[in-house]
């Protein structure tokens, strides 16, 4: 929704916003009166075209970023490389050494906001060599982190250094865990989106069937720079429900029965993950649900008759 009337519009330095996400982000601060600078190396998107800056650049050059971020107010840092896949020789060049240089532009310049794209993917369950288990349900964000993959651990160091700089400089720092960022709206994505429905009670889903729509994701990052106090937070950003028509809480104790003995802490289309401190640091919940949507939530009634 609409922030309260109460706070300055900023000048944002977006990285990454000819992704998706970025460019979700990107509307979302300009609906809401904020002016966006963006830096990436892709074209900017055309809904973007005339209504923002732009700086072509790459997030490991410190001086194009060092320049990018002189005059803003804020930095929205979601420039990553976002899985793990064959890059991992510059993985750590990327994710880790860019995310650093932002937040140095930011000092430099006393920039005193900074919000990361961080993912739930640092809890280590997602993209694991040997396979892991919750060790209590609903996970949140003390769950402990124990990646396997370098692309967890880049984002859980980005974590690490966010906090460095919030105690260093007394930056705030908002590092959003995004589950699986989906968009429902799309005809393309719907196809995927009813497969996985569709599949979802043998598929075991290593991000415990939880998602956020991209609408939802974008406004997460605004409201995190509009509202978080000082100092340094982690917060997961995932929707209220699960992906998935069965309940949840029969998935996990088929998937993954070391967490059977909480899944009852779950509600039955609940998420896995819980969601509470983004609500409590800077106002944030969820707003949209598959669910919601005529053809999908057709697509699990279907299913639940055929199981």
């Known amino acids: 929704g609409a922030s309260p009337a109460s706070f300055l519009p900023m000048k944002i330095l977006l990285t990454g916003i000819s992704g998706r ?121 003390k769950h402990p982190t124990l990646t396997q993959d370098l692309y967890g651990l880049s984002k859980l160091l980005n974590e690490e250094t966010c906090a460095t700089y919030s105690r260093r400089c007394g930056m705030t720092t908002i590092c959003l865990r995004l589950s699986t960022v989906t968009n429902l709206r799309d005809a393309k994505h719907q196809h995927w989106i009813k497969r996985r429905l569709q599949h979802s009670r043998d598929w075991r889903a290593d991000d415990l069937w939880t998602y956020i729509d991209d609408r939802d994701t974008a406004r997460s990052f605004r409201l995190a720079l509009e509202n978080a106090p000082d100092g340094h937070h982690v917060a997961i950003i995932a929707a209220r429900d699960s992906f998935t028509p069965y309940d949840i809480r029969d998935l996990i104790r088929q998937h993954f029965p070391g967490a059977a003995a909480h899944a009852d802490n779950l509600e039955a289309h609940g998420s896995a993950y819980s969601t509470r401190a983004a609500e409590e640091i800077f106002g944030f919940v969820a707003e949209h649900s598959w669910r919601d949507i005529p053809e999908l939530a057709e697509t699990a009634e279907e299913v639940l008759l055929n199981k």
């Open 21 to 141: 996400v970025g460019r979700m982000t990107a509307l979302d601060f300009l609906d809401n009166g904020h002016e966006v600078r963006g830096l990436d190396k892709a074209p900017l998107p055309e809904a973007l075209r005339g209504r923002v800056e732009m700086v072509y650049a790459e997030i490991t050059d410190r001086f194009a970023l060092l320049r990018a971020a002189e005059g803003c107010d804020a930095i929205c840092h979601i420039a990553a490389i976002p899985n793990p896949g064959h890059l991992d020789d510059v993985i750590f060049q990327t994710n880790v050494t860019g995310t650093q240089y932002a937040l140095a532009a930011a000092e430099a310049h006393g920039i005193t906001k900074f919000a990361h794209a961080s993912t739930c993917c640092t809890f280590g369950i997602v993209f694991a060599k040997h396979p892991i288990e919750p060790q209590y349900l609903p996970m949140d964000e």
